[in-house]
């Protein structure tokens, strides 16, 4: 790449480094107002069982909390937990017939970690791996665990008086598994309960074959003698990973699997908050299409399909458990007739693929802010590539070929202009020389020069600039995209594209012809300058050595390629 392009993107660089060092993404603090767990918290908010009792299930105290401590009748009566499994091309996941909720979300086609050749444990590369990641046990991605904790995704409250006996309720369920198939491209699993009220509760989820989405509906059938007036409230906690230090270095932002940010969308406002920020309990009320949590590649979310509005309570972090929380308007319900409440729930990769096949418009997620109408064609492409050829390292260089290609000629006249400014450099001494004592003089004269050699010293500069949001949409692509994510270039060299390459061959080579590079190109300033340019390929390759490799990959064949343009160059210049 030419000196001035370099100079430009390693001032933005370093800027956008010296800001990460400078002011680093805050760490979740464990206060001692959130040493408390929620359902602690909950407990002092929830009336007694004494105070409540023979009440009907109405919506009575403005001051309920959403998500209720668990009811003090005891669990020695209740009927043993029944789990359903859940088998799908895409997913496998578990509920509970206790509070007919979901227990466990394992994607199926990716992992936790990206397992290592064995041969690797024996390089003295290696240290450069977590020995953790060192062949690991083939692990899925677990979106939802019940490992550490009591509440689980969907438990469904009511956020009126009692409403904990919903949320642990024994619901039946219509069956003990359901295995999707080719043949079966969908499912239900109904889970149903009856109150002492009389009131049926029936929870159905709906599953796709070749789908994260998921269809939910809670249907309320009043079969008591009284008016029913309810607001069911959907909990979605999540316990949080300790935090994980990110393979590919703090200057690509976020770990490497940790929840990130809570996630909503108000009006069709896409708002982010980051979870550790989050200090109270926070109640947004009004047009709210949807909320969930954030990954650096996934998400789970849940999107009510209600027209009325909702209320969504972001709840902070305690005992390393974050939950937020949607409440549905209130519902009067006769003797004798039934409400459905529905929703639809997303719990999978940031993958456009599946994104868009939604309601809600979970696309807004995976956006690349100004940088969108450059960077989603290049993904595009890549995909496009990797079609032809299943390998994201090559598509990468190819997609650096094809963007070479695109911007030859503009590189051309670029390094044309430098070589021609080069050439004359020996007059524009003269004249500085000759007028160093009258400014305006020799600024008419070098304007005279230039036009007379038909040289225009602006000439490399916009081809420069438009180069530019090209490579930092290329930048966003590469650190984003979920296709990425483990995904292998060479066998015992790169097998994770979105981390850093562990034997820093790839980062020393870009260095390398970095440096080839400063070398051939023409210097049209004083040699100082020259020589401050020489020192760029250093700085760069100790930048590049905690890039992820993708980039690395593509700043290096791009360097090979402006190495060939220069040498044709050189070679054909008058």
């Known amino acids: 790449m030419e000196k001035r392009a370099l100079l430009a993107i390693t001032l933005s660089l370093a800027i956008l480094l010296l800001w990460q060092f400078l002011f680093p993404p805050p ?35 403005a001051d309920t909390p959403l998500l209720p401590a668990l009811s003090d009748q005891g669990g020695a009566d209740l009927p043993p937990e029944r789990e359903v499994t859940v088998t799908t091309k895409l997913y496998t996941a578990r509920l509970s017939s206790q509070g007919a909720c979901l227990k466990t979300f394992g994607l199926l086609r990716f992992t936790n970690h990206m397992a290592l050749p064995k041969i690797c444990s024996v390089f003295p590369f290696n240290r450069f791996y977590d020995t953790a990641l060192i062949n690991p046990v083939a692990e899925h991605k677990q979106l939802v665990s019940a490992i550490g904790t009591a509440v689980y995704p969907l438990q469904t409250t009511l956020d009126g008086i009692d409403s904990s006996r919903l949320a642990h309720a024994p619901f039946t369920p219509s069956a003990d598994s359901l295995s999707l198939a080719d043949g079966t491209p969908q499912g239900e699993v109904s889970f149903s309960w009856i109150s002492p009220e009389g009131i049926t509760f029936t929870k159905q989820f709906t599953f796709f074959n070749e789908s994260y989405y998921i269809d939910c509906r809670l249907i309320v059938e009043n079969n008591a003698a009284r008016p029913l007036q309810l607001s ?30 809570f996630l909503y969308l108000i009006s069709d406002t896409l708002n982010r908050k980051a979870v550790a920020d989050i200090k109270e309990n926070k109640v947004f009320s009004g047009d709210i299409k949807w909320a969930g949590f954030e990954e650096k590649y996934f998400i789970e979310t849940f999107i009510p399909l209600e027209s009325a509005d909702v209320k969504l309570t972001l709840i902070p972090p305690a005992n390393n458990e974050a939950s937020f929380q949607l409440a549905y308007s209130p519902a009067d319900i006769q003797p004798g007739d039934r409400k459905i409440f529905s929703a639809v729930v997303y719990l999978g990769p940031k993958d456009l693929s599946h994104l868009d096949k939604g309601p ?46 695109i911007f030859w000629p503009l590189t051309h006249k670029s390094q044309k202009s430098m070589k021609e400014m080069q050439k004359i450099q020996p007059k524009l001494a003269e004249l500085k020389e000759k007028y160093k004592d009258n400014k305006e003089e020799l600024n008419r004269r070098t304007l005279e020069f230039y036009r007379t050699n038909k040289v225009n010293p602006l000439g490399g500069c916009l081809p420069i600039l438009i180069q530019i949001p090209v490579f930092f949409a290329l930048y966003r692509v590469l650190l984003n995209s979920i296709e990425l994510r483990h995904a292998p270039f060479i066998t015992y060299w790169i097998n994770d594209l979105s981390s850093k390459d562990p034997t820093l061959i790839s980062p020393l080579l870009m260095g390398a012809s970095m440096f080839i590079q400063q070398k ?14 020489l020192i760029m390929p250093v700085m760069f390759t100790f930048m590049f050595l905690s890039f992820p490799s993708g980039l690395v990959i593509y700043w290096l064949v791009t360097n090979v390629l402006s190495i060939a343009q220069q040498y044709y160059i050189n070679k054909h210049a008058a």
């Open 520 to 533: 051939m190109t023409p210097t049209v300033g004083d040699p100082t300058q020259a020589k401050i340019m």
């Open 232 to 261: 069911p409230a959907f909990a979605w906690p999540l316990k949080m990973n300790p935090v994980m230090q990110n393979s590919g270095g703090r200057f690509f932002g976020g770990g490497s699997g940790d929840v990130e940010n």
């Open 360 to 405: 809600g418009g979970l696309g807004k997620i995976l956006s690349f802010g100004w940088l969108d109408p450059v960077a989603k064609p290049m993904l595009y492409v890549l995909k496009l590539f990797y079609r032809a050829i299943p390998n994201y390292g090559l598509a990468i260089i190819f997609l650096s070929i094809g963007l070479k290609i």
């Open 27 to 61: 760490k979740p603090v464990k206060t001692s107002a959130q040493s408390r767990s929620s359902q602690e918290r909950n407990q002092e908010a929830q009336p007694s069982p004494e105070k409540i009792a023979g009440e009907p299930l109405t919506r009575e105290r």
